[in-house]
């Protein structure tokens, strides 16, 4: 019995289109980190972006909004690598997440430089840019939150409230380690966590 055909199919084809998109944005991911870690955001330009992955910008902008959001997903990434629970599960405790939040410091810390003053620095029309690290911080609440529930017994509201004011708290350690990277961000962090955490 042959294989069921019906208007549109293309087969293969389809398939191979949708595994060489795929291997684009791949190779576009691996130049844009590449970038990043030799020059920064200076380095990352659409162009050089482009040149390194091998691609034209038409199929860069087939598969990213921005040059912007090609960044995001490669700190995405990183900060991912880092995650205690990636399954998210729920076993992730508050020492944890801070030590996730003080690991991506130490381990990529081109890419948290460049993560913290592109959320610092970013355009007030990009609303773009501005949903998606609005979207990563409420996110971060609110695992933040559901630890704090987990390892106190806070109520769900309050415990909403200790994780803004931890996050808040390393967040604004971030921006001051992201303008001296020789501040001592992970003890302070750990003081924050410490402060913040569960009171």
């Known amino acids: 019995m042959g294989a069921i055909r019906w208007p549109g199919y293309e087969g293969e084809a389809h398939v191979g289109r949708y595994q060489a998109g795929i291997e684009t944005e791949a190779r576009i991911i691996d130049a844009t980190r590449s970038l990043l870690a030799e020059g920064g955001l ?11 992955a091998e691609v034209r910008a038409g199929s860069f902008y087939n598969l990213f ?15 991912d690598a880092v995650d205690p629970d990636p399954t998210h599960a729920g ?7 801070v030590a996730a939040y003080i690991r991506f410091f130490e381990e990529e810390p081109q890419l948290a430089r460049i993560y913290v003053l592109a959320g610092v620095a970013g355009e007030p029309s990009d609303n773009g840019s501005r949903r998606r690290f609005l979207r990563h911080h409420e996110t971060r609440v609110e695992r933040f939150a559901d630890a704090m529930v987990r390892d106190t017994g806070l109520t769900e509201q309050d415990a909403e409230v200790q994780a803004e004011l931890l996050l808040g708290a390393l967040d604004g350690l971030a921006v001051r380690w992201a303008l001296d990277t020789e501040f001592a961000f992970a003890a302070y962090a750990k003081l924050a966590r410490e402060r913040f955490g569960t009171e």
Request: hydrophobic share 40%; charged share 35%; aromatic share 0%.
């Open 42 to 52: 200076e380095a990352a330009t659409l162009k050089a972006i482009c040149d390194r």
């Open 65 to 79: 909004g921005s040059k912007e959001e090609a960044i995001l997903q490669v700190v995405r990434e990183a900060i």
């Open 91 to 97: 076993t992730d405790t508050v020492d944890d997440l």
